[in-house]
T-cell receptor
Framework: EAQVTQNPRYLITVTGKKLTVTCSQNMNHEYMSWYRQDPGLGLRQIYYSMNVEVTDKGDVPEGYKVSRKEKRNFPLILESPSPNQTSLYFC????????????FGSGTQLSVL | SQQGEEDPQALSIQEGENATMNCSYKTSINNLQWYRQNSGRGLVHLILIRSNEREKHSGRLRVTLDTSKKSSSLLITASRAADTASYFCANLAKGSNMLTFGGGTRLMVKP
């Protein structure tokens, strides 16, 4: 089944403790992206990747890192999480870019205490 | 930055009625997409309409695009309780690599 898989679904952590949210797609998509969703602010893009080893900042990249060493995986890294990064995070992918249909993961609800 | 605005923010209707949601944006676009999100879950793509298209249909969904007014609308006909969800528009501005989402419309369809 074609899908974008995010893990974990829920994560509670403490300020400053490094964490990684994984994202994997099995559709051979070139484009992958991370969004955060906050009440009243909609979805905002954190980082995106047009292909392996190619990443770019979105609207709200501060405090986040990403890597794209393989086509299928696009992990989101919070090296020193802070409470303002408490949010619902989504990974998404498409065949070639943002102008195409995006496939979303199920989301990761992160709470930073 | 959030370029899209959706209207209304919330809509409550009876099963069988039609639901219309509107989306406005600020700059010229290549295309506009509509997505659906069930509570707290991932977004699901509904329709993509290109800047040179004016109307598109998919089942009970009808999307229109008016580039002169920089607006789009999503019509769901003969709504069902299962249509209860949030609906988001997302536009790809010309010359941009970034898809910008609106704030969404929360639709409740009462059985």
């Amino acid at each position: 089944e074609a899908q974008v898989t995010q893990n974990p679904r829920y994560l509670i952590t403490v300020t400053g403790k490094k964490l990684t949210v994984t994202c994997s797609q099995n559709m051979n998509h070139e484009y992958m992206s991370w969004y955060r969703q906050d009440p009243g602010l909609g979805l905002r893009q954190i980082y995106y990747s047009m292909n392996v080893e190619v990443t770019d900042k979105g609207d709200v990249p501060e405090g986040y890192k990403v890597s794209r060493k393989e086509k299928r995986n696009f992990p989101l890294i919070l090296e020193s999480p802070s409470p303002n990064q408490t949010s619902l995070y989504f990974c998404a992918s498409s065949l070639r870019g943002q102008g195409e249909k995006l496939f979303f993961g199920s989301g990761t609800q992160l709470s930073v205490l | 930055s959030q370029q899209g605005e959706e209207d209304p923010q919330a809509l409550s209707i009876q099963e069988g009625e039609n639901a219309t949601m509107n989306c406005s944006y600020k700059t010229s676009i290549n295309n506009l997409q509509w997505y659906r999100q069930n509570s707290g879950r991932g977004l699901v793509h509904l329709i993509l309409i290109r800047s040179n298209e004016r109307e598109k249909h998919s089942g009970r969904l009808r999307v229109t695009l008016d580039t002169s007014k920089k607006s789009s609308s999503l019509l769901i006909t003969a709504s069902r309780a299962a249509d209860t969800a949030s609906y988001f528009c997302a536009n790809l501005a010309k010359g941009s690599n970034m898809l910008t989402f609106g704030g969404g419309t929360r639709l409740m369809v009462k059985p």
